[in-house]
């Protein structure tokens, strides 16, 4: 009988404690982890290869041919000179480094510098003669103009306002450019064929995401832009005039009063960049 009795206790105590359980409250489920977005930003260095268009914007005057006065030539001879526009492929690369004061939208500036191929031809400048001939021993060149134009740079301060992933900027400051230095770009004693200028301009550029198939570096972001520049490489010669030149010791013994063109030139390119640092 006592055995029953305990049984029954041991039973009732059992089923008292699993209803008294049932009626706890159950524990919370964790919060779920929420990791945020990074907001993308154009602060970082950078890297990246460019190509486009090149075209001659020099300025020219209407009187483009002179006489060539005796003794440096027989009556009548007149030089005249290429007018001519010149274009033709640009391509090269840059590297720079930007500065985005807020992440998201904002304004960012940074300094760019690059180094372009330039195909303008080898006759930008050269002169042919009519109505006569030059006196031997004497030639005709134009100073003010680079004969060819193959190569150029700039370093230019950048400065624009970013909507996210987009980024509009103007840019401006230091070029230079090279070209031939044979007669018809004018090859006499005191003159070369280095010139420096400047170069204004603005363009575009888009962050593709981090994961896009073109980012073969695995860098935090690749970017595309397109991009317009104004190269002015001019000497401010631009109204001395053509020259009659003594090949014998190449300097000037004439000086025309023809004010013809000088070194400008505008670039319109597309390009793409590798950008490492901030995301």
Do not use: C, H
Request: glycine share 14%; net charge positive.
């Amino acid at each position: 009988m006592i055995k029953k009795f305990l049984l029954a206790s041991a039973a009732t105590a059992l089923l008292t404690g699993a209803a008294s359980a049932a009626d706890l409250p159950r524990r919370a489920a964790p919060p779920p982890v929420f990791t945020p977005v990074p907001v993308f930003t154009w602060s970082g260095a950078y890297f990246g290869i460019n190509a486009g268009y090149a075209f001659d914007a020099s300025s020219r005057s209407t009187g483009n041919s002179f006489g060539v006065p005796f003794p440096y030539a027989t009556p009548g001879t007149v030089a005249t000179f290429r007018n001519n526009s010149q274009d033709g492929f640009s391509g090269g690369a840059q590297i720079g480094y930007n500065f985005q004061l807020t992440p998201g939208n904002g304004v960012v500036f940074g300094i760019e510098a690059d180094a372009q191929y330039l195909d303008f031809g080898r006759s930008r400048n050269s002169s042919f003669i009519s109505g006569g001939a030059l006196a031997p021993g004497y030639y005709v060149t134009d100073p003010r103009g680079l004969s060819s134009l193959d190569y150029f740079g700039t370093v230019r301060g950048r400065l624009g306002y970013a909507f996210d992933r987009t980024l509009v900027y103007g840019t401006g400051g230091f070029a230079y450019g090279s070209g031939s230095a044979d007669r018809s770009f004018g090859g006499y004693a005191g003159n070369d064929s280095f010139r420096t200028g400047y170069a204004v301009g603005g363009g575009i550029e888009y962050a593709l995401p981090t994961d896009s198939f073109l980012n073969f570096f695995r860098s935090s972001a690749v970017t595309l832009k397109v991009e317009g520049l104004y190269v002015n490489l001019d000497r401010n010669t631009r109204n001395q005039g053509a020259f009659v030149i003594n090949a014998a010791n190449n300097f000037p013994v004439v000086t025309s009063g023809v004010g013809r063109r000088s070194d400008e030139f505008a670039v319109v390119r597309a390009g793409l960049n590798y950008k490492f640092g901030s995301y």
